[in-house]
């Protein structure tokens, strides 16, 4: 069974700084298996990134996936207002990390 | 645009079983896998099961002996059936559609609370 372990647990940033999530697995992934997600109070959890890199319809292009192997990595190049919520990596369609929450500094 | 709907009770005793009703709008549920998804208050997401629209059902395995996953094509619609549930079940579900190792598309999600 893949776990996956997000770091930071929590990341505390300012609007338009950059902000730099990780997500490792316990064994090597496809890039095909990687997803990202965001979910803000509320709501349902909205897809991010899928295939590690590629970005969901309608994601503004600030958000960026990268990594393969074991380390994947989500990159938020100028954080915007509506950008300070929690987000999750997850694998093959079902294993979630236990997510970053990003927070306003 | 596909949209999804969960339906079911809000309370569920101790012991009894959970059920929950997906349906599917905007587009078929035929061709795709079907999953539902849990998140206790505060804290991250746990995936319960996925479904794809033949029938074949796939349980994470911490949850497989309390789980049924079944679809109904007729009717665009899945459902989840978790059997002895206890207070630890209390959870937000959220149905989701699975497409090529992802979940693109949500419900709203339904708060589920276990109490006598």
């Known amino acids: 069974e893949v776990v996956l372990t997000q770091s930071p647990g929590t990341l505390s940033l300012s609007p338009g700084e950059r902000a730099t999530l990780s997500c490792r697995a316990s064994q090597t992934l496809s890039n095909e298996y990687l997803a990202w997600y965001q979910q803000r109070p509320g709501q349902p959890p909205r897809l991010l990134i899928y295939g590690a890199s590629s970005r969901a319809t309608g994601i503004p292009d600030r958000f960026s996936g990268s990594g393969s192997g074991t380390d994947f990595t989500l990159t938020i190049s100028r954080l915007a207002p509506e950008d300070f919520a929690v987000y999750y990596c997850q694998q093959y369609g079902t294993t979630f990390a236990q997510g970053t929450r990003l927070e306003i500094k | 645009q596909v949209q999804l709907q969960e339906s079911g009770p809000g309370l569920v005793k101790p012991s009894e079983t959970l059920s929950l009703t997906c349906n599917v709008s905007?587009?078929?549920?035929?061709?795709?896998?079907w999953s539902w998804i849990r998140q206790p208050p505060g804290k991250g997401l746990e995936w319960i099961a996925y479904?794809?629209?033949?029938?074949?059902?796939y349980y994470n395995p911490s949850l497989k002996s309390r789980v049924t996953i079944l679809v109904d094509t007729s009717k665009n619609q899945f459902s989840l059936n978790l059997s002895s549930v206890t207070a630890a079940d209390t959870a937000v579900y959220y149905c989701?559609?699975?497409?090529?190792?992802?979940?693109?598309?949500w419900g709203r999600g339904t708060l589920v609370t276990v109490s006598s």
């Open positions: 989701a559609r699975r497409s090529s190792f992802k979940f693109d598309y």
């Open positions: 905007g587009g078929s549920i035929s061709g795709y896998y």
């Open positions: 479904i794809y629209y033949n029938g074949s059902p």
